[in-house]
Nanobody, 123 residues
Framework: QVQLVESGGGLVQAGGSLRLSCAAS????????MGWFRQAPGKEREFVAA????????YYADSVKGRFTISRDIAKNTMYLQMNSLKPEYTAVYYC????????????????WGQGTQVTVSS
């Protein structure tokens, strides 16, 4: 059974940092692009970040560019999202996902996704 399990969410003050992790199991994602999207209450899903299978190419939503860093450890089948200088508008459930291409992730056309982790940024 394929699973993506996020962790690392929590409550943080504006300007603070969090590091999210996404552990994959059930298969290797070494040939998949992986990324993150988020969904705030009453809002649509929003692309956040994506990286290529090697982690060599990265993509970010304009709203998080310069604040978030995506990375992955293929050997550990784990992906990370370092989030710095957090803003209250970043409050949402963050999900990791995987797809055959980075383009698919940016279009939210993913093949696998996790259960999400709550990130709450207080002002």
């Amino acid at each position: 059974q394929v699973q993506l399990v996020e962790s690392g969410g929590g409550l943080v003050q504006a300007g603070g940092s969090l590091r999210l992790s996404c552990a994959a199991s059930g298969r290797t994602f070494s040939n998949y692009a992986m990324g993150w999207f988020r969904q705030a209450p009453g809002k649509e899903r929003e692309f956040v970040a994506a990286c290529s299978w090697s982690g060599g190419r990265t993509y970010y939503a304009d709203s998080v560019k310069g604040r978030f860093t995506i990375s992955r450890d293929i050997a550990k089948n784990t992906m990370y999202l370092q989030m710095n200088s957090l803003k209250p508008e970043y409050t949402a459930v963050y999900y990791c996902n995987a797809a055959r291409s980075e383009t698919a992730l940016k279009l939210l056309a993913y093949d696998y996704w996790g259960q999400g982790t709550q990130v709450t940024v207080s002002s």
